[in-house]
């Protein structure tokens, strides 16, 4: 619970402003003390690394999310890099993402050696537009020179892509799908979990998901990469520096010291600290769920009637994990920009962040591909009028409500009159 003060401004003080007394974190982690004794116990065995925990956070999870086996990395980053390298992908190949994700997934397309091809978003839900895929996939080939081999749908905030039309795309051009479910435990499409739809569909289906701190569940660092069985086994050579055996096939009582070197892997392995953390954050899932989903039906409850704002489109067929709450700003109807709204949020004590600056903008990708702002409108559009709230089962219930009396107290203050809205549109400001 908060105290809550007048803020010492007095021209806030004149417009009777209250600001929490301390500052409202984005996105702590929410760790018990189950996932502190078990971090102990696992220090105080002889195995501190991959070992027996990992093996059993992997069969959890993949019990979990419905995929026949799970292979636990240090990083979604690893998993999409993994997911790549076990398809073979790399150089004069390409692959089809959006422009609004973190850069990670389109680094590790450059890591392979092959281009990410992107392919701007719906303004709806703001993941990666189906209908733009075609046009991408004839630009990668006829203007590019370059072999698509994948699409790397991101599923935003934890809402999922419609995946019908992208596996119909995939499967009708015989490419793999890659999915990166960084923010989308627990999520499902059409009742289908993510994690899941590799069972049932006509391509290769590989899907990344990330334990970062922020996330729905954390290990600190970590990730889990779920794929159909051939491909989870090539995944996990490559993630143990190509090696035939695991430290713990070599190092336990029945295991033997001998092994073969038969690519030249990386090390991605997770270790039995961190998968200490992510059982007993896995357990808790469907109560953090919970949480989220509160927070975001409370949010829209409170902002869904206020014309300066839009709150999250939510499909029909969704299961939305509720990794982000990103509202979005009616910027004609304001006197104030995005980044000013998060100053003045800031100012009132809540942290607030972007998710995310489209990648065509970022100066690597801008200037090895020559991308102006409006290559992909919508992104772009989209991007200049986000702000992600605080949504974390971290928040108690007087969090949440400070954060609806300071967005709605901005609001008010920058609120423009009518006429001044007529002016702005017809300008085309
Ligand atoms: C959409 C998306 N993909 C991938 C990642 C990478 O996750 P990690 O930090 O576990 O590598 C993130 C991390 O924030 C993300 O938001």
Request: no cysteine.
């Given at each position: 619970?908060?105290?809550?003060?007048?803020?010492?401004d007095p021209q806030a003080l004149q417009k009777s402003v209250v600001v929490r007394d301390s500052f409202l974190p984005f996105s702590p982690p929410l760790i018990g003390e189950d996932e502190i004794a078990e971090v102990v116990d696992t220090l105080?065995?002889?195995?501190?690394?991959?070992?027996?925990?990992?093996?059993?956070?992997?069969?959890?999870?993949?019990?979990?999310?419905?995929?026949?086996?799970a292979l636990a990395v240090s990083s979604c980053t690893a998993a999409l890099h993994l997911s790549l390298l076990a398809l073979g992908i790399g150089s004069g190949d390409a692959v089809i993402t959006t422009p609004l994700t973190f850069c990670s997934g389109v680094h590790v397309i450059e890591h392979v050696g092959a281009q990410p091809v992107?392919?701007?978003?719906?303004?709806?839900?703001l993941n990666l537009d189906a209908r733009a895929i075609p046009a991408a996939v004839e630009r990668a080939e006829r203007d590019l020179g370059l072999r698509v081999k994948a699409i790397m749908p991101v599923h935003l905030s934890g809402h999922p892509c419609d995946m019908d039309p992208i596996l119909a795309i995939a499967a009708e051009r015989g490419l793999a799908v890659i999915e990166d479910a960084?923010?989308?435990?627990?999520?499902?499409?059409?009742?289908?979990?993510?994690?899941?739809?590799?069972?049932?569909?006509?391509?290769?289906v590989l899907t990344s998901f990330s334990f970062y701190a922020t996330k729905n569940l954390t290990t600190a660092e970590g990730g889990m990469l779920v794929a159909p069985p051939a491909l989870l086994q090539e995944a996990r050579l490559w993630s143990q520096h190509g090696m035939s055996r695991d430290a713990w096939k070599r190092y336990s009582a029945d295991g033997s010291w001998f092994y073969e070197v038969v690519r030249p892997g990386f090390k991605y392995n997770m270790t039995d600290i961190q998968a200490a953390l992510g059982l007993h954050q896995l357990k808790k899932l469907p109560v953090f769920h919970q949480r989220r989903s509160e927070i975001a039906y409370r949010y829209n409850d409170a902002f869904g009637a206020i014309e300066e704002l839009e709150t999250p489109t939510r499909r029909a067929w969704?299961?939305?994990?509720?990794?982000?709450?990103?509202?979005?700003?009616?910027?004609?109807q304001m006197a104030i920009s995005r980044d000013q709204f998060i100053a003045e949020l800031h100012s009132r004590n809540i942290g607030t962040s972007v998710h995310f600056i489209p990648i065509?903008?970022?100066?690597?990708?801008?200037?090895?591909?020559?991308?102006?702002p409006e290559d992909f409108p919508v992104a772009n559009h989209e991007y200049r009028r986000m702000v992600s709230l605080p949504c974390?089962?971290?928040?108690?219930?007087?969090?949440?409500?400070?954060?609806?009396?300071?967005?709605?107290?901005?609001v008010t203050k920058f609120r423009r009159p009518v006429k001044a809205r007529q002016f702005v549109r017809a300008a085309g400001r």
């Open positions: 619970m908060h105290v809550w003060r007048k803020t010492a105080r065995s002889d195995w501190i690394t991959t070992g027996p925990k990992v093996k059993r956070f992997e069969q959890s999870f993949a019990e979990t999310v419905g995929a026949p086996d992107l392919a701007d978003v719906e303004a709806g839900t960084a923010h989308s435990l627990p999520a499902s499409y059409k009742g289908k979990t993510i994690g899941s739809l590799s069972i049932s569909a006509r391509v290769p969704a299961g939305h994990a509720w990794h982000l709450y990103v509202l979005r700003l009616n910027l004609e065509h903008l970022h100066a690597f990708y801008r200037d090895k591909y020559g991308y102006v974390s089962p971290r928040m108690q219930k007087q969090d949440v409500e400070d954060v609806i009396d300071a967005v709605t107290s901005v």
